[in-house]
T-cell receptor, first 116, second 112 residues
Framework: GAVVSQHPSRVICKSGTSVKIECRSL??????MFWYRQFPKKSLMLMATSNEGSKATYEQGVEKDKFLINHASLTLSTLTVTSAHPEDSSFYIC????????????FGNGTRLTVT | QKEVEQDPGPLSVPEGAIVSLNCTYS??????FMWYRQYSRKGPELLMY????GNKEDGRFTAQVDKSSKYISLFIRDSQPSDSATYLC????????????FGTGTLLAVQP
């Protein structure tokens, strides 16, 4: 089945620094990837849609200058949390649709970000 | 009103029990329905995927969709301690990848 790899699984950083999270589709190409954020005991909230070769599409309320998304190849999308603050601490998860028409999303294992 | 409602639980059952998990929704445009299982500190794993109304069975898991009632269910037969996880329903309108809307998830604990 489709495998999505996300790295790192956990990161702790100081307030004001930037953190980059990578999302790779391992055995298939993904022109589109999705970035979600999940708070404890809350649902997954879509942050943005990453489009290969073009600008990402951000959901309402998501700061595009704070959460930089780059989708430079058909197998890699990155999310950079810039000038991180403690309120950015969360679980970030990427996903990509599998192969074939109407293929459901497959998720990476998530990145636990803690900003101190 | 939320687009997708799901009882957060927790739901505790003995090993071997039949588990019923449910979601209701308000958007009649939803056509694709999914169930994901999420273990602690892990990403969601796709369990079941159905299009429109009807039933789908895969091993111990059965997914049901009733579009007339805007109600979907996941049944787990012969539940095992390894089934203990959070179960998330998700749905979308045009195309399975077209902006999934998730329920809050139901935390299930299967007691040995």
């Amino acid at each position: 089945g489709a495998v999505v790899s996300q790295h790192p699984s956990r990161v702790i950083c100081k307030s004001g620094t930037s953190v980059k999270i990578e999302c790779r589709s391992l055995d298939f190409q993904a022109t589109t990837m999705f970035w979600y954020r999940q708070f404890p005991k809350k649902s997954l909230m879509l942050m943005a849609t990453s489009n290969e070769g073009s600008k990402a599409t951000y959901e309402q309320g998501v700061e595009k200058d704070k959460f930089l998304i780059n989708h430079a190849s058909l197998t890699l999308s990155t999310l950079t949390v810039t000038s991180a603050h403690p309120e950015d601490s969360s679980f970030y998860i990427c996903s990509a649709p599998g192969q074939g028409a109407y293929s459901p999303l497959h998720f990476g294992n998530g990145t636990r970000l803690t900003v101190t | 009103q939320k687009e997708v409602e799901q009882d957060p639980g927790p739901l505790s059952v003995p090993e071997g029990a039949i588990v019923s998990l449910n979601c209701t929704y308000s958007n009649s445009a939803f056509q694709y329905f999914m169930w994901y299982r999420q273990y602690s500190r892990k990403g969601p794993e796709l369990l079941m995927y159905t299009y429109s109304s009807g039933n789908k069975e895969d091993g111990r898991f059965t997914a049901q969709v009733d579009k007339s009632s805007k109600y979907i269910s996941l049944f787990i037969r012969d539940s095992q301690p390894s089934d203990s996880a959070t179960y998330l329903c998700a749905m979308s309108g045009g195309g399975a990848t077209n902006k999934l809307i998730f329920g809050t998830g139901t935390l299930l604990a299967v007691q040995p």
